[in-house]
């Protein structure tokens, strides 16, 4: 695949996304073993996703490789073990104060990791948590249409919407009336009664 149109997946998100999360895991782990350059460009790749880092945790960990990633990964990396397991994260808060380095990481998480969500309560944990992040610290109002569409997105899976609403509506934006409110006409009927509860 060409490296030089953005759309394009990386490649370990095609081996994710075609062939599952325990393949794409095992093709790290093997380049790791074989390759650390390789196995490490794989990661750095600009075109990766957050859910694919995410599942890849594991085996990053597994090997001496965290300190070859870039810094996208790597604060990504710390954020997830700062939402997760707060009493072990490191010494640095990522999600309390403002830091330069860390608000389009946060972004990054969002607009790559709400795209396709994983099913695990943790998963969605971290991107509510990013999305509090980022409307109360980094007040970042262009980040609103998409958190609307993740929470209509996730009331059709009859997903945990209780947070990102309350972060929402935190923002006192006029904007999020407005974005609610575009799918009150919609032919999806638990598109359009949750609008008419939000309103």
Same mark, same amino acid.
């Given at each position: 695949?060409?490296?030089?149109?953005?759309?394009?997946?990386?490649?370990?998100?095609? *081996?994710?996304?075609? =062939?599952?999360?325990?393949?794409?895991?095992?093709?790290?782990?093997?380049? &790791?073993?074989?390759?650390?350059?390789?196995?490490?460009?794989?990661?750095?790749?600009?075109?990766?996703?957050? /859910?694919?880092?995410?599942?890849?945790? +594991? /085996?990053?960990?597994?090997?001496?490789?965290?300190?070859?990633?870039?810094?996208?990964?790597?604060?990504?990396? $710390?954020?997830?073990?700062?939402?997760?397991? /707060?009493?072990?994260?490191? +010494?640095?808060?990522? %999600?309390?104060?403002?830091?330069?380095?860390?608000?389009?990481? &946060?972004?990054?998480?969002? +607009?790559?990791?709400?795209? =396709?969500?994983? /099913? =695990?309560?943790?998963?969605?944990?971290?991107?509510?948590?990013?999305?509090?992040? &980022? *409307?109360?610290?980094?007040?970042?109002?262009? *980040? %609103?249409?998409?958190?609307?569409?993740?929470?209509?997105?996730?009331?059709?899976?009859?997903?945990?919407?209780?947070?990102?609403?309350?972060?929402?509506? $935190?923002?006192?934006?006029?904007?999020?009336? $407005?974005?609610?409110?575009?799918? &009150?006409?919609?032919?999806?009927?638990?598109?359009?009664?949750?609008?008419? +509860?939000?309103?």
């Amino acid at each position: 695949m060409n490296a030089d149109y953005p759309n394009d997946d990386s490649y370990l998100d095609r *081996i994710r996304i075609n =062939e599952g999360a325990e393949q794409c895991k095992s093709d790290l782990t093997a380049a &790791l073993r074989m390759d650390t350059r390789r196995a490490v460009a794989l990661l750095n790749d600009r075109r990766l996703t957050f /859910p694919c880092l995410y599942l890849l945790r +594991e /085996p990053i960990a597994q090997h001496p490789v965290q300190r070859y990633l870039n810094t996208r990964n790597l604060i990504a990396l $710390r954020v997830i073990d700062q939402i997760l397991d /707060p009493k072990a994260s490191s +010494e640095t808060d990522y %999600l309390s104060s403002r830091r330069d380095e860390v608000h389009p990481v &946060l972004k990054w998480i969002l +607009e790559t990791g709400s795209v =396709e969500e994983l /099913p =695990e309560d943790e998963y969605e944990e971290v991107l509510d948590v990013t999305v509090s992040v &980022l *409307i109360n610290i980094y007040k970042d109002s262009s *980040i %609103l249409p998409l958190v609307v569409d993740l929470i209509f997105r996730r009331n059709r899976d009859e997903s945990h919407i209780h947070d990102l609403v309350w972060a929402l509506f $935190r923002f006192h934006d006029p904007q999020v009336l $407005r974005l609610i409110a575009q799918r &009150l006409p919609s032919s999806n009927a638990k598109d359009a009664e949750l609008a008419a +509860e939000l309103l």
